[in-house]
């Protein structure tokens, strides 16, 4: 394989360059001053890319459409185009929650049929076997927007609300990056689509859904032999709707024990048995609205709050004016939940941390009653990651007193 030009010296391009055995050239915004590293790679400042002394470039996915780099590269390429060739029979699945449980969620009920996973769940394409029979991508929008070449087998997206805005722009060029998937697509091949997009044209055969029930009746599925609720409900039937088209299989008992990673909806009970919800990796405002639909029957204490990189939270309070819920607001963007919640007449309890939220939620907190931590915001403002905020959360709940 020809070695690229890499721009950024991260998890996706070191892997490439891994397996070319070294020696490639990488431009990096955090290099000061050229370097070689151990596996004989060259690091340089990202001012000093000549265009003209490249034939082709690969980008890490999160490098945005204005970056100086993919603005000066003349043949670049996403880590998707540059294996295409090498790519085995392909799933991609991509929306704005519920990507990370849906790849796992499929992998595991195919991983008997050769199903490897990876991209942007953690493990790049360099790094997977091309001898697997699957490869189950997920699928950022970086990374598809970046993609002109290569396309999947069967194109899974999940629903989308307006996410990475900062990145793409808006609202439309987010969508359009999400589809793009499509544009590439062959006769014969199956994208599931959310109802409602404008779709662009394909050849591929789409399946647009709106509904649990519409899954069901489509592929002739029974949810009620599911063991999950709410959006991890409709991201299991969308998997086992794979799994029908591809082999005529629906293994009900083998994704009922599928276990789902920390963070998302993590039930656990305090010493008095009340219970709590971890749900740290909800960080834009459709993933806290999936949890609070699942758990809409009973009273809510929700922790909100960090940083929400600007979004209009408005549609979340519009739904929360439905539930019984007391929300305690938290980090960067605390007063303007509480001028939301103002307007829209939602019982608030300022709190700035989560220690005080945790606190103030114990001292009036029932066993009929639910504690949430779904903060509809990145953590980066009072946490190093979400998973620390998460484990932050349990630790504090876990230490509460009797």
């Known amino acids: 394989m020809h070695k690229p030009t890499l721009f950024g010296y991260g998890l996706t391009t070191k892997a490439i360059a891994k397996k070319l055995g070294g020696g490639c050239i990488f431009f990096d915004d955090k290099c000061q001053e050229t370097y070689i590293d151990e596996n004989n790679n060259t690091i340089r400042p990202s001012e000093e890319f000549d265009a003209n002394k490249s034939q082709l470039e690969v980008t890490t996915p999160s490098l945005p459409p204005k970056h100086p780099l993919i603005q000066k590269a003349k043949n670049l390429m ?23 449980t849906t790849t796992q969620m499929l992998t595991h009920i195919l991983e008997k049929r050769g199903a490897v996973s990876g991209g942007n769940i953690g493990t790049p394409l360099a790094d997977l ?28 997206l999940l629903p989308i609300t307006s996410d990475h805005l900062d990145w793409h722009g808006t609202v439309e060029k987010y969508a ?50 599911l063991n999950y609720k709410g959006a991890f409900l409709q991201d299991a039937l969308l998997s086992l709707a794979i799994s029908k088209v591809l082999f005529d299989e629906t293994d009900y008992d083998l994704l009922n024990a599928f276990k789902r990673d920390a963070h998302r909806q993590e039930e656990f009970l305090d010493e008095k048995g009340r219970l709590w919800v971890n749900d740290s990796k909800a960080t834009n405002l459709d993933a806290t609205m999936q949890a609070l639909k699942a758990y809409a029957e009973q009273p809510l204490h929700l922790i909100l709050g960090g940083d929400d990189k600007g979004i209009d939270l408005t549609p979340l309070f519009v739904f929360m004016r439905k539930l019984r819920i ?33 606190t103030h939620i114990a001292s009036s907190f029932t066993s009929e009653e639910v504690a949430l931590l779904s903060p509809a915001a990145a953590s980066f403002d009072q946490f190093d990651s979400y998973k620390h905020r998460g484990e932050t959360f349990v630790k504090l709940v876990k230490n509460l007193k009797k």
Not at 131 to 156: G, K, Q, R
């Open 129 to 156: 076997s091309q001898d697997a029979a699957i490869w189950v991508l997920e699928s950022s929008s970086f990374t598809l927007h970046h993609t002109h070449i290569a396309s999947p087998d069967i194109y899974l």
């Open 326 to 358: 007391t929300l305690y607001t938290i980090g960067a963007n605390s007063d303007k939940l509480l001028d939301l919640a103002k307007a829209y007449h939602i019982p608030v309890v300022p709190s700035l941390t989560i220690q005080t939220a945790i």
């Open 78 to 100: 996403s880590e998707y185009d540059y294996f295409t060739k090498e790519m085995p029979f392909s799933i991609w699945i991509s929306g704005t929650n519920g990507k990370t």
């Open 176 to 225: 359009a990056d999400k589809l793009r998937p499509l544009l590439n697509m062959k006769e014969g091949e199956l994208a599931l689509i959310p109802q409602g997009l404008k779709v662009p044209k394909t050849n591929a055969y789409v399946v647009e859904y709106d509904s649990d029930a519409f899954i069901c009746n489509y592929f002739d599925l029974d949810a009620s032999k």
